[in-house]
């Protein structure tokens, strides 16, 4: 089993920078894939970024392509995400997912990730 810990979100204005950060426990992040999902209200989940268990692939939906950044780190068991240039359209409760296996790509689809955590509020004022 995986648990997963959000933190980072807050209000920012459009422009702003936020980093999230999610907090695993139970296994190695080095041992599956983590995701990062969004969902505002009113709105289904929405992919956001994903990374692979070795680091070496991953994925961006195109709305924050360019702006945020996927990243992790082995000895904090922590994957992060660094979003910069925010937009209003950015506003949502982001969660962070894992995914049950090893993959070579890393996995967009919500259907592929077995744990997620409560989610931290991103706000992004006009």
């Known amino acids: 089993q995986v648990q997963l810990v959000e933190s980072g979100g807050g209000l920012v204005q459009a422009g702003g920078s936020l980093s999230l950060s999610c907090a695993a426990s139970?296994?190695?992040?080095?041992?599956?894939?983590l995701g990062w999902f969004r969902q505002a209200p009113g709105k289904g989940r929405e992919f956001v970024a994903a990374?692979?268990?070795?680091?070496?692939?991953?994925s961006y939906a195109d709305s924050v392509k360019g702006r945020f950044t996927i990243s992790k780190n082995y000895v904090k068991n922590t994957m992060y995400l660094r979003m910069n240039d925010l937009k209003p359209e950015d506003t949502a409760l982001y969660y962070c997912?894992?995914?049950?296996?090893?993959?070579?790509?890393?996995?967009?689809?919500?259907?592929?990730?077995?744990?997620w955590g409560q989610g931290t509020q991103v706000t992004v004022s006009s």
């Open positions: 997912a894992a995914d049950t296996r090893r993959t070579v790509v890393a996995e967009n689809s919500p259907s592929e990730y077995a744990y």
């Open positions: 139970g296994r190695s992040i080095s041992s599956y894939g």
């Open positions: 990374i692979n268990w070795s680091g070496r692939s991953t």
